[in-house]
């Protein structure tokens, strides 16, 4: 049985292939000049430098964090290039325009471009390496006020608003890879839904690394007016390399009285071979803020991808009432490393969070969970729901549990559960001894595991995790 | 029921078999024909688990002799998986729980499963639903298992009565009953007994592994064998059983010289 898992496991990444297209790649390395170059090939206003220098002169006095469970080679910042676009010619009027090789590589990716052809109801921005592509649906969801643009696009059309709240949730200090993003992002995505107005379709972004020796950091900021409400969705793939590319995004949600957040992602880098050779460090900042009253911000994350995670979406529950909720699903194999969880920061009063956390560790990989619920002396009546389970497959794999709790409230209430549980050569006979064969077995343990986290998920996200977590595993138990 | 010139279902060979590199089956033999009950009994750790689990096709148990033809073909040339669908069932001494894994939803994929393979059509689950509900009620089970977890949480007797309900199910052609009746009580133990009668026939058999006589006045097996250090050691009918009753194992004398190469055959024709 164990060489069925093993093959399970072993299935080679589908969306590994390079496409081969036109790129204006900037000479490695960073410095000041790196980052002028950025702003002025993206023809930036000087407040936005002004964001970038300041950012890159607190990042220059930071430190790598080391306090994550993960372990690789020191990065050399200077080795990665940080702008790579495919070549176009001017700015693009339709989508007739695209590179028809590009269109094909999100064809393949299964992410159609044409209008057409898109998922019904579902917006998409594309970012693949540091530009974005295209943004579909946009004249529909104008009608209804709301934007919908790449970011670039959005510092020039709507700059009050950039400017207004782009680095208030997370502020340029706020950690070494954050830090980095601010002084070199290059694209990502932006919305913006006025008052009252319930976002007529899902938002979704599909980011793509292509170049090899390229950084991705993308930008991605939505913002929610009072009584306004969105669900948003984010997927990601890279090609197979053997070398391992950086993605340090940062993502900040703003959520005002009475608005609504959901965002969901189904993270897919590619995450090395079976020797750990290769694979994408994805080191990823995403903060909510719940400014208003009533206000809720909900993460759902399915991270199955790349070689190393570090990444904790979090909630900061500002206006009194205001709910926060993580859920998550974090699978890794081989020799993955992921340290993910999230921090629920209770500051207004009869603030409510949850967090279900499910971690699967197969192969020689290595899966933590680190959280901090953290009620301030302010948080009168707050409460925090917190379970974390973890399943180990196989002998060689390791899961770890972090949970910290600051809780200066008396009022408050916090409760965590957790468990660990095996996906044991026993269960494996029992589903065999009924005739149903390991492929069929390990998903349908995965899928009950996952429950929780899966029925949060857009109905297209839960089919698309559900097989993307049987694919993984194929192979892995017995 | 003996039937005359019945065909052989199962043929076990000098069986031997170890694990973690202890030989625990040492050369057992042993003939089932369709349409037959056999009941094997036996002191503790003597091998009889091991020797269910070796036919089902445990992988941590190592084969190291002898042979074993299922319906004349070689069994050990199937995975585990194949064997369940060519119609090998298990009913585990201890069913394991499989948290997660929704009771009913694992009955349908495994009906589902051999139903395909059997060239029938698959049940929906709507049908299944109607379908699993008629096999519960034989077993007098509350349906409200069907939403529960595999197993999960199952007290010792819903565990035993639930793998009955998947032999009702699945319908196989040899059935191995591992001490079913334990764990019973003495009205499940009528109610599961009777499930049992109920799907034995001429076009299967069932081995029933035991340590109590009382099961074997519900299901009466046509033979029952004695299991001791890894062999069968005594054969007869269910007479034997009442004698074992009775006496303890202490009495036996081995059909068969326990520290000798075994005989080629050790069936008795009651
Ligand atoms: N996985 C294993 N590892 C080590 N020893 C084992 C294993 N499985 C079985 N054995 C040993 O093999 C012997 C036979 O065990 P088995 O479970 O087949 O006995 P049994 O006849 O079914 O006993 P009982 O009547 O108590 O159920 C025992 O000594 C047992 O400890
Ligand atoms: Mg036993």
């Given at each position: 049985m164990s060489a069925v898992l093993q093959n399970i496991i072993n299935q080679p990444y589908k969306h590994g292939f390079v496409t081969d297209i036109e790129s204006d790649v900037m000479a490695k390395g960073l410095d000041e000049n790196t980052i002028r170059m950025i702003s002025s090939k993206k023809n930036e206003p000087a407040w936005l430098l002004d964001f970038r220098l300041k950012c890159y002169a607190a990042w220059l006095k930071m430190e790598e964090p080391t306090w994550a469970n993960v372990h690789h080679p020191k990065i050399d910042y200077q080795a990665i290039s940080y702008y790579a676009a495919p070549k176009?010619?001017?700015?693009?009027?339709?989508?007739d325009e695209v590179d028809p090789e590009l269109l094909r590589t999100f064809e393949k990716l299964g992410v159609p471009?044409?209008?057409?052809?898109?998922?019904?109801?579902?917006?998409?921005?594309?970012?693949?390496?540091?530009?974005?592509?295209?943004?579909?649906?946009?004249?529909?969801?104008?009608?209804?006020?709301?934007i919908f643009c790449s970011m670039s696009e959005a510092v020039h059309e709507h700059p009050e608003l950039v400017q207004k709240y782009l680095g208030t949730v997370v502020p340029t200090g706020d950690n070494f890879y954050a830090a980095l993003n601010s002084a070199v992002f290059t694209d990502g995505s932006?919305?913006?839904?006025?008052?009252?107005?319930?976002?007529?379709?899902?938002?979704?972004?599909?980011?793509?690394?292509?170049?090899?020796?390229?950084?991705q950091f993308e930008r991605t900021l939505i913002i929610a007016e009072e009584g306004a409400s969105v669900t948003y969705l984010e997927g990601c793939t890279a090609p197979a390399f053997s070398s391992n590319q950086l993605h340090a995004a940062v993502v900040e949600l703003v959520a005002l009285d009475n608005a609504e957040i959901k965002y969901s992602t189904v993270q897919n880098w590619y995450a090395g071979d079976e020797n750990g050779i290769g694979g994408i460090y994805n080191f990823v900042t995403k903060r909510g803020l719940c400014k208003g009253v009533n206000s809720r911000i909900s993460w759902t994350q399915v991270e199955t991808g790349a070689a190393i995670t570090w990444k904790y979406p979090s909630v900061v529950l500002l206006g009194d009432n205001s709910v926060g909720e993580f859920y998550s699903v974090a699978v890794t194999n081989n020799y993955q490393q992921a340290d993910t969880g999230t921090k629920m920061i209770h500051i207004g009063k009869n603030t409510r969070s949850t967090i279900v956390s499910k971690g699967i560790s197969a192969g020689h990989s290595n899966n933590s969970y680190r959280g901090l619920v953290k009620i301030s002396p302010t948080a009168e009546g707050a409460r925090n729901y917190s379970q974390c389970d973890s399943m180990l497959i196989g002998e060689h794999s390791g899961a770890h549990t972090f949970p910290y709790m600051q809780v200066r409230n008396k009022s408050a209430k916090v409760e965590h559960e957790a468990s660990t549980s095996k996906i044991g050569e026993d269960q494996m006979f029992y589903?065999?001894?009924?005739?149903?064969?390991?492929?069929?077995?390990?998903?349908?343990?995965?899928?009950?595991?996952?429950?929780?986290?899966?029925?949060?998920?857009?109905?297209?996200?839960?089919?698309?995790?559900t097989n993307l977590l049987s694919y993984k595993l194929e192979g892995s138990v017995g | 029921m003996i039937i005359q010139d019945s065909k052989?279902?199962?043929?076990?060979?000098?069986?031997?078999?170890?694990?973690?590199?202890?030989?625990?089956l040492k050369g057992v033999d042993f003939t089932v024909r369709y349409g037959e009950v056999h009941a094997i009994m036996g002191p503790n750790g003597s091998g009889k688990s091991t020797f269910s689990k070796v036919l089902a096709g445990h992988k941590a148990y190592e084969i190291t002799g002898g042979s074993v033809l299922f319906d004349g073909k070689d069994l050990f040339a199937l995975e585990p998986e194949e064997r369940a669908r060519a119609g090998v069932f298990l009913a585990f001494q201890y069913p394991i729980e499989i948290p997660g894994v929704g009771n009913g939803q694992f009955l349908r994929l495994a009906y589902n499963t051999l139903q395909t393979r059997r060239g029938h059509e698959e049940l929906d689950p709507l049908e299944f639903d109607d379908f699993v509900r008629e096999k519960m009620k034989l077993l007098e089970m509350n349906p409200d298992f069907l939403d529960r977890s595999v197993n999960e949480g199952f007290s010792g007797g819903e565990k035993k009565r639930n793998e009955i309900l998947q032999m009702a199910i699945l319908e196989p052609r040899l059935a191995i009953l591992d001490e079913t009746d334990s764990g019973l009580d003495i009205d499940a133990l009528r109610i599961v007994a009777q499930g049992v009668n109920h799907l034995t026939n001429k076009n299967n058999a069932t081995i029933m592994v035991t340590h109590y006589q009382r099961l074997l006045n519900y299901i009466v097996p046509d033979f029952v064998h004695v299991m001791e250090a890894g062999r069968i050691i005594k054969s007869g009918g269910k007479e034997l059983a009442q004698e074992l009753e009775s006496r303890g194992y202490d009495w036996i004398q081995p059909d068969l010289d326990v520290n000798s190469q075994p005989k080629a055959t050790a069936r008795i024709v009651a």
């Amino acid at each position: 049985m164990s060489a069925v898992l093993q093959n399970i496991i072993n299935q080679p990444y589908k969306h590994g292939f390079v496409t081969d297209i036109e790129s204006d790649v900037m000479a490695k390395g960073l410095d000041e000049n790196t980052i002028r170059m950025i702003s002025s090939k993206k023809n930036e206003p000087a407040w936005l430098l002004d964001f970038r220098l300041k950012c890159y002169a607190a990042w220059l006095k930071m430190e790598e964090p080391t306090w994550a469970n993960v372990h690789h080679p020191k990065i050399d910042y200077q080795a990665i290039s940080y702008y790579a676009a495919p070549k176009k010619k001017a700015k693009l009027k339709s989508m007739d325009e695209v590179d028809p090789e590009l269109l094909r590589t999100f064809e393949k990716l299964g992410v159609p471009l044409h209008e057409r052809m898109a998922l019904a109801g579902v917006a998409v921005d594309v970012i693949f390496d540091s530009v974005s592509v295209t943004t579909t649906y946009k004249a529909r969801l104008a009608e209804a006020g709301v934007i919908f643009c790449s970011m670039s696009e959005a510092v020039h059309e709507h700059p009050e608003l950039v400017q207004k709240y782009l680095g208030t949730v997370v502020p340029t200090g706020d950690n070494f890879y954050a830090a980095l993003n601010s002084a070199v992002f290059t694209d990502g995505s932006f919305c913006y839904i006025p008052k009252g107005v319930k976002c007529p379709m899902d938002l979704s972004t599909y980011f793509r690394i292509n170049t090899e020796e390229s950084g991705q950091f993308e930008r991605t900021l939505i913002i929610a007016e009072e009584g306004a409400s969105v669900t948003y969705l984010e997927g990601c793939t890279a090609p197979a390399f053997s070398s391992n590319q950086l993605h340090a995004a940062v993502v900040e949600l703003v959520a005002l009285d009475n608005a609504e957040i959901k965002y969901s992602t189904v993270q897919n880098w590619y995450a090395g071979d079976e020797n750990g050779i290769g694979g994408i460090y994805n080191f990823v900042t995403k903060r909510g803020l719940c400014k208003g009253v009533n206000s809720r911000i909900s993460w759902t994350q399915v991270e199955t991808g790349a070689a190393i995670t570090w990444k904790y979406p979090s909630v900061v529950l500002l206006g009194d009432n205001s709910v926060g909720e993580f859920y998550s699903v974090a699978v890794t194999n081989n020799y993955q490393q992921a340290d993910t969880g999230t921090k629920m920061i209770h500051i207004g009063k009869n603030t409510r969070s949850t967090i279900v956390s499910k971690g699967i560790s197969a192969g020689h990989s290595n899966n933590s969970y680190r959280g901090l619920v953290k009620i301030s002396p302010t948080a009168e009546g707050a409460r925090n729901y917190s379970q974390c389970d973890s399943m180990l497959i196989g002998e060689h794999s390791g899961a770890h549990t972090f949970p910290y709790m600051q809780v200066r409230n008396k009022s408050a209430k916090v409760e965590h559960e957790a468990s660990t549980s095996k996906i044991g050569e026993d269960q494996m006979f029992y589903f065999a001894q009924r005739g149903i064969d390991a492929e069929a077995a390990v998903s349908m343990i995965i899928n009950g595991f996952c429950k929780d986290v899966f029925q949060q998920l857009p109905l297209e996200f839960a089919v698309e995790a559900t097989n993307l977590l049987s694919y993984k595993l194929e192979g892995s138990v017995g | 029921m003996i039937i005359q010139d019945s065909k052989v279902l199962l043929e076990v060979r000098g069986l031997r078999a170890s694990v973690n590199g202890t030989e625990v089956l040492k050369g057992v033999d042993f003939t089932v024909r369709y349409g037959e009950v056999h009941a094997i009994m036996g002191p503790n750790g003597s091998g009889k688990s091991t020797f269910s689990k070796v036919l089902a096709g445990h992988k941590a148990y190592e084969i190291t002799g002898g042979s074993v033809l299922f319906d004349g073909k070689d069994l050990f040339a199937l995975e585990p998986e194949e064997r369940a669908r060519a119609g090998v069932f298990l009913a585990f001494q201890y069913p394991i729980e499989i948290p997660g894994v929704g009771n009913g939803q694992f009955l349908r994929l495994a009906y589902n499963t051999l139903q395909t393979r059997r060239g029938h059509e698959e049940l929906d689950p709507l049908e299944f639903d109607d379908f699993v509900r008629e096999k519960m009620k034989l077993l007098e089970m509350n349906p409200d298992f069907l939403d529960r977890s595999v197993n999960e949480g199952f007290s010792g007797g819903e565990k035993k009565r639930n793998e009955i309900l998947q032999m009702a199910i699945l319908e196989p052609r040899l059935a191995i009953l591992d001490e079913t009746d334990s764990g019973l009580d003495i009205d499940a133990l009528r109610i599961v007994a009777q499930g049992v009668n109920h799907l034995t026939n001429k076009n299967n058999a069932t081995i029933m592994v035991t340590h109590y006589q009382r099961l074997l006045n519900y299901i009466v097996p046509d033979f029952v064998h004695v299991m001791e250090a890894g062999r069968i050691i005594k054969s007869g009918g269910k007479e034997l059983a009442q004698e074992l009753e009775s006496r303890g194992y202490d009495w036996i004398q081995p059909d068969l010289d326990v520290n000798s190469q075994p005989k080629a055959t050790a069936r008795i024709v009651a």
